[in-house]
């Protein structure tokens, strides 16, 4: 169960699906400097199209910190080409394209990698980090082509669509746990990482179409200034389209949302540049070279969706407990069990050994085990309706990153160490395969809407029932 994400193809496969990301807590005064970077507006551009981030959480300074660790795990996580020779190119190209985008005067420190991936697709973490498949440098028609996929993920960068999601989501679920679980804190080691980093990964990187759009416009304006063909922008996604014409669309598409009317925008664009100049440049003997060598690449095979859960089945829980003491709770857990804590002391997951799966796209989420944290919400705890209500307010949140989750069974009550409590049952994809059960239990408390959530494959459900709810009685709310 992801907490917050999935969507359907990843670094690995799905792309953007990245699995990365951070949280902070950071409240700077953002806005100010920001509104002051963007007064400053590139010559010749009077008819273009401004644009600028929308508003943000995070300062430039946090786009970095947070790029900058979601790609050292990227790097690790993901099959990188290790073609020196194609990260060079990539990096000059990336150059040529980056000194022409707008960032408001701030020093993102690009880099840009290769990843041995044949799925088209590309992604850009904040601060900087571009990642490109080896399919999207397969699948151009030339250096233009390329470029204007580069440019597009430059621009999601310059826009800081990233963090702008991340801080929407904040708003919407202060409390969920993942600003506080991966940034700065090193307690649970590598998999705390993941697990966190998964979470994160999905906010950072799930763009709306309304960005989408944004990041074809400002792309075609840098394409424009760095001496491409503008329309190779338009090219590209009209040739992606064409064809996966009745085939799956390609995972450029899961994780950048086609926008309507996306080729139309892009054409409007490059009138409001002045037109295609006579001398943009196409393509180069260099592409050509590069491209050759990509194709020849070995080819890295991307575990099947699920696969890694398979060999990887946890043993049963074990019926001795070991104690877990938050902050606000104590509980009881299998002693074969982990524990993930966020760093902010708001949430914690357990799961045993092999409980924490790649879900097959390079994500790790949480197959088997338990998830603890505290949505914001206020209200009497003694109040069902307002108990009722917080909670479908977490569910909806749960199901808008989980798009295939269900509500099997609505609220019920019960009673947690002696307080109102609410239990939901839910069915989601597992990312071990297959269908997942989630049972969700809620309570209202002073720091607000405290839900386990009880994570198992619906075939192996009944295995865990009764372990879960020995974990539940074992509650004590202590203060
Ligand atoms: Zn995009």
Redesign the pocket.
Known sequence: MSIWESKSQTVKGRC?RWLWAPRGHHRRAAGFFLSLCFLSIPIASAQRTQLKPGWNRFSPQDDITLGKRAATDAEKQLPLCNAPRVDAYLTQLGTRLDQKLPTGGVPYPFEFHCVNDKAINAFALPGGYVFVNRGVIEAADNEAQLAAVMA??L??VALR?GTNQATKAMLAETGLGIFGAVFGDSTGGALLTQLGSFTAGGVLLR?SRT??SQ??VMGTQVLYDAGYDPRAMAQFFEKLEAETKGKNPPE?FS??PNPEHRVARVDEEIDKLGGVPPNAKRDSAEFEAIKREVLALPVVKKPARGAASAVATPGPPSRNFAEYQASSYMLKYPDNWKQYPDSNGGGVSFAPEGGVVDDGSGHSALAYGLIIGVAQAKGDPNDWNALKSATSQVIQDLQRSNPSMKITRQGERLRLNGQPGLSTYLSNASPAGGQETDWVVTVLRPEGLVYFVCVAPQSAYDNYDKTFSSVLDSVRFTK
């Open positions: 953007h597009h993920e621009s999601h669509h763009y960005a989408e990041a074809d450029f994780d950048h």
